[in-house]
């Protein structure tokens, strides 16, 4: 897995976000993972990596 953590520029400041894919056999299909209401924590970026482990790019945004 190839995992980045990118800052996403918006109206308001930067977007922190994590984004998942497989290393090689691309382009993946994209899977835009929006947060619950804890926010964007651990548990998470396993859910976002098991995603991205059947063969998609998976993009959770820190929405607060």
Known sequence: MIERHL???SADGAM???VVHPEEGGPFPAVLFH???PGKREELHDMARRIAAVGNCVALPNLY
């Open 7 to 9: 800052d996403i520029a």
């Open 35 to 37: 947060m619950d209401a």
């Open 16 to 18: 922190n976000s994590f």
